[in-house]
């Protein structure tokens, strides 16, 4: 017997997941084959230490069954001991392991804190272009957009974004920012502007979401103290972080630091039977012995891939466009030429086969035709340097066609 469903996907789905299928990050290009991605933060794969790997896992595989058991709610202990060991090693940054909270990738610490923290209508404060704009997407929460100059985020928005939801009888609840390397600006927060966004946030009560995701791939300068270190109270940040980029994003494995009522608040939404237990042991076997050596070759690495792409937009653009000049992470981000259309240009890029990001992708409401973010790190050096040649051809082109039309228009 024929059945008629009233089955409808789209009535079913909450508002939540409603609001999160739209506006998905995609390299557009359809049908036409990506032969070069510079787009995605996908580490380096020639980099991923394979052979130290099975033997790490060959070792937890023959000595430890607990590894196919479920785990702690908080991680695998040894492991909150390395991520703070690795603290107070790269950046003098004393952290008990009972202030670690191990999760999938930062990526669900980060979304972990938003379902804890945010209720339909509040208000939060979060970069001017950013990855979480994906995350946040969906929490039907209200964005004020703080811009950032050369130094970090401009203070005078900080305190217009407290101002705007007062005017809305709201109070800011978060401020959600990636001090380092920003994914996708590649650039980095200074000292003082990160005790002033702290001082701000104590005198109007609102939480720091530190996304710290690059932290250990700095290729120059000095370290940083991050929000976390800065605040003396410990119960004003939240810092996320990752082994995705000093590792690799298949392990997923990340954690977050904090106080203990923050952390305790986070882990009533871990019920997944403990962040894999399994790859959370191969990781901390090979980690124990290799961390700071494999972290010291990946800067190494990905400090020769951001040189290549900056000689490469030097040498095709010069003084045509502008770009940021990262101290670390794997982005750079590219303001085009007045005139050039940065949705044309990706999809110019994409007919043959480079594939690049729109930087609309990163704004909380989708406007911007003018900047594309570039990723060095996936790519190899020549694809890196075939695709900059392809995306400066682009980029010209563009802004050669909007010259010629607005000559055709003064005619
Ligand atoms: C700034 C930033 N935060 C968080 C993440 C999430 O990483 P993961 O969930 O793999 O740790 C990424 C990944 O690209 C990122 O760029």
């Known amino acids: 017997m024929q059945q008629t469903t009233l089955f409808s996907l789209d009535s079913l789905l909450s508002s939540d997941a409603a609001a999160r299928s739209q ?6 290009g359809v049908g036409v084959e990506t032969r070069i991605s510079i787009d995605v933060g996908q580490p380096d794969p020639a980099s991923m230490p394979m052979d130290d790997l099975i033997a790490a896992a060959g070792r937890v595989l023959s000595t430890d069954r607990t590894a196919l058991l479920y785990g702690d709610r908080q991680g695998y202990a040894p492991l909150r001991k ?6 107070l090693r790269l950046e003098s940054l004393e952290v008990r392991p009972d202030d670690v909270l191990i ?19 509040d208000w939060i404060l979060m970069d001017e272009a950013s990855w ?11 964005v004020f957009s703080v811009r950032w100059d050369g130094d970090g985020p401009i203070i005078a928005d900080v305190k217009a974004g407290v101002a705007a939801a007062r005017d809305h009888g709201k109070r800011i609840k978060m401020f959600y920012t990636i001090p380092n390397f920003q ?4 650039i980095t927060a200074g ?3 990160r005790k002033a966004v702290l001082d701000l946030a104590i005198e109007h009560g609102f939480l720091i979401l530190e996304d710290d995701a690059y932290v250990e791939l700095r290729f120059e300068g000095s370290h940083i103290p991050s929000y976390y270190q800065l605040d003396e109270s410990r119960s004003q940040v939240l810092r996320a972080g990752t082994f995705s980029k000093i590792f690799g994003a298949g392990i997923r494995l990340g954690w977050t630091m904090s106080s203990p009522e923050l952390l305790s608040a986070l882990t009533h939404y871990k019920l997944d039977g403990g962040t894999s237990p399994f790859s959370s042991r191969i990781l901390t076997e ?8 494999h972290i010291d070759e990946l800067i190494d690495v990905y400090r020769d891939k951001r040189d290549v792409m900056i000689g490469g937009l030097q040498k095709g653009l010069g003084s045509r466009a502008s770009w940021s000049q990262p101290e670390g992470g794997f982005f750079v981000w590219v303001s085009l030429p007045e005139g050039a259309s940065a949705e044309n240009v990706c999809a110019a890029c994409a007919r043959r086969g480079v594939s690049v990001w729109n930087g609309a992708q990163f704004r909380w409401d989708g406007r911007d035709d003018s900047h594309i973010r570039l990723s060095y790190s996936f790519a190899t050096l020549d694809e890196i340097e075939e695709g900059v040649t392809v995306l400066c051809e682009e980029i010209l082109r563009s802004a050669a066609q909007s010259d010629f039309v607005a000559g055709v228009g003064s005619r």
């Open 23 to 28: 506006g998905q990050m995609d390299r557009g």
């Open 183 to 186: 994914n996708p600006l590649g």
């Open 191 to 193: 000292v003082e502007r």
């Open 286 to 293: 090979y980690m124990r012995g290799h961390m700071f050596e």
């Open 132 to 142: 979480g704009v994906r995350v946040f997407k969906g929490f039907g929460t209200n």
């Open 103 to 121: 999760t999938n990738g930062s990526g669900q610490a980060i979304a972990m804190t938003a379902q804890a923290l945010v209720d339909r209508g």
């Open 82 to 87: 390395l991520v703070a060991h690795k603290a």
